[in-house]
Nanobody
């Protein structure tokens, strides 16, 4: 069982930045692909970014490319999502998740955090 705890959400003005963190409980953290997803009210949960455990291969949703950066620190069992140039449409609950392989599909992720809310005001 892997427990994931997100932090770092909050209220920010458009154009601002936030960094989300997700701390994991497992000793095998380095073997997992870690992903970030987001869900706005009344919408489906969408893929944002992911990073593999080996070689730290990254993948991003088109909507965040060039603005968001995912990274991981395996020594701290933590994955980060640095968000710049935030837009009102980035407003959502952000979730981190762990999967055995790289995927953009929520169903491929076995473990999920409780989410952290990000609100971008215009």
């Amino acid at each position: 069982q892997v427990q994931l705890v997100e932090s770092g959400g909050g209220l920010v003005q458009a154009g601002g930045s936030l960094r989300l963190s997700c701390a994991a409980s497992t000793r095998t953290f380095s073997t997992y692909t870690m992903g970030w997803f987001r869900q706005a009210p009344g919408k489906e949960r969408d893929f944002v970014a992911a990073i593999t455990g080996n070689y730290a291969v990254t993948r991003y949703a088109d909507s965040v490319k060039g603005r968001f950066a995912i990274s991981r620190d395996d020594s701290k069992k933590t994955v980060y999502l640095q968000m710049h140039s935030l837009k009102p449409e980035d407003t959502a609950d952000y979730y981190c998740a762990a999967a055995p392989v790289l995927s953009t599909v929520p169903g491929r992720y076995d473990y999920w955090g409780q989410g952290t809310q990000v609100t971008v005001s215009s």
